[in-house]
């Protein structure tokens, strides 16, 4: 009857082992100009191998909503529940690293910039959703 | 939120599975959905009192929030 409440947020289970694979190549090819050949293709076989468990591992809802194809609206906030977890840990890893590095008497970047590029685009984000209403 | 979706999916014979694909969502939702640990959207709400044939009001129980 209704197929319309996980339309747009279900995406191909491909998508991930996909952009697990760009991000290797691109490790790769960055690593291979930075004369390190050998880490780029250690990092291409970790980021390929994890695209493959992700596309040929089970049906649980787990692996599907990570994969993305077994995504809806539930899942949805389950994603952006975690992404803000995420962040969260990120933050609070980047204050304690900038706080060690400036207690040793070092510069504290480039924790400072990236937790001033956090900053801003929370800031920004909340301006942008509170305008879009 | 308190509901009354287990009871009328009981009602009609359904199976968790065959509501979920009748709304095109994971078993697993219409199963927290069940046990009041998620709360639907306004269109999966509507969604399902409209395939149960009864008012979103009468399904969903606002006092149990």
Known sequence: ?133 | MKNKVRALRVQKDMAQGQLAEAMGVSRQTINSIENERYTPSLPLAIALARFFGVTVEEMFDEQGL
């Open chain 1, 1 to 133: 009857m209704n197929k319309d409440c996980s339309r747009g947020i279900a995406r191909s289970k491909w998508f991930v082992p996909s952009f697990s694979l760009v991000v290797g190549l691109a490790i790769l090819a960055v690593n291979w100009l930075g004369g390190h050949p050998g880490e780029g293709v250690i990092s291409l076989g970790v980021l390929v191998a994890f695209g493959l468990v992700v596309l040929l591992a089970g049906r649980s809802e787990t692996i599907r909503g990570l994969r993305g194809d077994g995504r809806d609206e539930r899942f949805a906030q389950i994603d952006l529940n975690a992404t803000a977890v995420a962040g969260l840990a990120m933050l609070v890893a980047l204050i304690v690293a900038w706080l060690v590095a400036t207690a040793r008497g070092q510069s504290g970047s480039p924790y400072d910039w990236l937790l001033a590029i956090g900053g801003l685009a929370y800031v920004l984000a909340v301006a942008y959703f509170r305008w879009r209403g």
